[in-house]
């Protein structure tokens, strides 16, 4: 069952402000997610969520606030410190090796986690060859249950779309997030593609024990897998709660449909 963000905080933003130059694109944005949750993370364009993402995986550190994972703040910590604490990300444009397998994707995001030092590789220890077959292993186990495993030893390059898509999010749970960053995944899927997602998005959550922050335009996700979403507009939240709540929430509307709102 999903925890609740107020019971045990996973992800806690607090007063986290963005600026560059004289854009303030986060302005005191504050939420919790809990273990287990679904955070729909909403907002028209312009909005703030991507940076937000960026602030959460540390490619920015805030000007002001901050951000704690398990209680512990992770700024200044870089990127792949980060990604070691257990945060994986998908981004906007798909960030894969294009002549590279499945397989070989995959596997990078799996050797952030790996302990062999230079040497033990150098010298093919005994323990360097068994860790690499639980790689192997893992990535195996991963490409089977998000249905890849037809094309794990093709080439990313070629491949149609939505299955990249999919591939790019192997390689975002490669290192076994406990945190999972989504940022636009349904971007470019048809309907039948965007249904398959929702599905495996909440699969995500209820068989691998995952939480996930989830940035997207597509409504009909959002709300339908989300448990709670957080709505910002020119940076500043302006509603959180239920999808059935923030859909009729009259700073929503206006923020997506009024004269005076929409970012471009």
């Known amino acids: 069952m999903p925890g609740t963000a107020a019971q045990s905080p996973l992800l806690a933003v607090r007063d986290v402000t963005m600026r560059f130059g004289g854009i303030v694109a986060l302005d005191h944005v504050s939420f919790d997610i809990g273990d287990g949750e679904i955070v729909g993370l909403i907002g028209p364009n312009g909005a703030g969520k991507t940076t937000l993402f960026n602030c959460v995986s540390q490619l920015y550190t805030p000007n002001e606030g901050s951000v704690l994972l398990a209680g512990r703040s992770i700024l200044g910590l870089g990127p792949h410190r980060v990604a070691a604490l257990g945060v994986g990300r998908t981004f906007q444009n798909l960030a894969l090796f294009s002549t590279l397998t499945v397989m070989q994707n995959v596997m990078i995001g799996i050797h952030a986690r790996t302990h062999s030092g230079f040497l033990a590789n150098a010298l093919r220890l005994s323990s360097v060859r068994r860790e690499e077959r639980q790689m192997h292993d893992a990535a195996m186990e991963l490409l089977a249950f998000l249905e890849l495993t037809a094309v794990a030893h093709h080439p990313a390059a070629g491949l149609p779309f939505g299955t990249l898509k999919r591939v790019e999010l192997a390689r975002a749970m490669a290192g076994h997030p406990r945190l999972l960053l989504l940022d636009e995944p349904a971007g470019g899927l048809n309907h039948e593609e965007v249904g398959a997602l929702a599905q495996l998005v909440r699969e995500i959550r209820d068989r691998r ?48 449909l009024g004269t005076d709102g929409a970012a471009g």
């Not at 959002?222 to 709540?245: C, H």
């Open 209 to 256: 024990a995952v939480t996930v922050l989830l940035v997207e335009h597509h409504m009909s996700l959002v709300m339908q897998v989300s448990d709670r979403v957080v709505v910002l507009d020119f940076g500043r939240k302006i509603a959180e709660g239920p999808p059935t709540t923030v859909q009729k929430n009259p700073d929503v509307i206006r923020a997506y």
